[in-house]
T-cell receptor, first 115, second 115 residues
Framework: AQSVTQPDIHITVSEGASLELRCNYSYGATPYLFWYVQSPGQGLQLLLKYFSGDTLVQGIKGFEAEFKRSQSSFNLRKPSVHWSDAAEYFCAVGLFSGGYNKLIFGAGTRLAVHP | NAGVMQNPRHLVRRRGQEARLRCSPMKGHSHVYWYRQLPEEGLKFMVYLQKENIIDESGMPKERFSAEFPKEGPSILRIQQVVRGDSAAYFC?????????????FGPGTRLTVT
């Protein structure tokens, strides 16, 4: 069955430090992969997505993610974290069948940023 | 262009009452997805609708839950005879199309508390 695992429930980094959030997926075919961010009390905002092509994708707010098929991973990175990046981050795989895209989400990683 | 609207943002119901959650998609979007987020979990797909049609309700509990997306007006997620286990955040997302490249835009969610 398709699934998404985010091994880290909570991560704390200092402002200005680099960040990597891990995501592993289980999916038989070529996956559609997404990272979303959820600020408290808000809906989800798409940070970036991977469908095909270049395995390093750039997103909004200075985020990037790298698709590694051999490791079934799609880790999110940012070279220098800002205090405003504190939020919950969700990795998702899109099950595209029947002509529509059903998203399967990981449990999320909550990021805290120390000043 | 207003984003996806959900109301109410917070809803408190006693056990046995009915809960009605509304989702107004973005202008021009005729595809709606509903997801449920239980505490400390990721979002889980519930149902996918197009105008006047339920396309995929594989994630909906078999009893008490129903969804509609009429020709005019918002999409409605209805939960009859609510129980404590229904307490969760319910998110809807809308999309302009059903193809794999169409992004889902999320609303801010309705947080349902059953007392």
């Amino acid at each position: 069955a398709q699934s998404v695992t985010q091994p880290d429930i909570h991560i704390t980094v200092s402002e200005g430090a680099s960040l990597e959030l891990r995501c592993n997926y289980s999916y038989g075919a070529t996956p559609y992969l997404f990272w979303y961010v959820q600020s408290p009390g808000q809906g989800l905002q798409l940070l970036l997505k991977y469908f095909s092509g270049d395995t390093l994708v750039q997103g909004i707010k200075g985020f990037e993610a790298e698709f590694k098929r051999s490791q079934s991973s799609f880790n999110l990175r940012k070279p220098s974290v800002h205090w405003s990046d504190a939020a919950e981050y969700f990795c998702a795989v899109g099950l595209f069948s029947g002509g529509y895209n059903k998203l399967i989400f990981g449990a999320g990683t909550r990021l805290a940023v120390h000043p | 262009n207003a984003g996806v609207m959900q109301n109410p943002r917070h809803l408190v119901r006693r056990r046995g009452q009915e809960a009605r959650l509304r989702c107004s998609p973005m202008k021009g979007h005729s595809h709606v997805y509903w997801y449920r987020q239980l505490p400390e979990e990721g979002l889980k797909f519930m149902v996918y609708l197009q105008k006047e049609n339920i396309i995929d309700e594989s994630g909906m509990p078999k009893e008490r839950f129903s969804a509609e997306f009429p020709k005019e007006g918002p999409s409605i997620l209805r939960i009859q005879q609510v129980v404590r286990g229904d307490s969760a955040a319910y998110f809807c997302a809308s999309s302009p199309g059903s193809g794999s490249l169409y992004e889902q835009y999320f609303g801010p969610g309705t947080r349902l508390t059953v007392t």
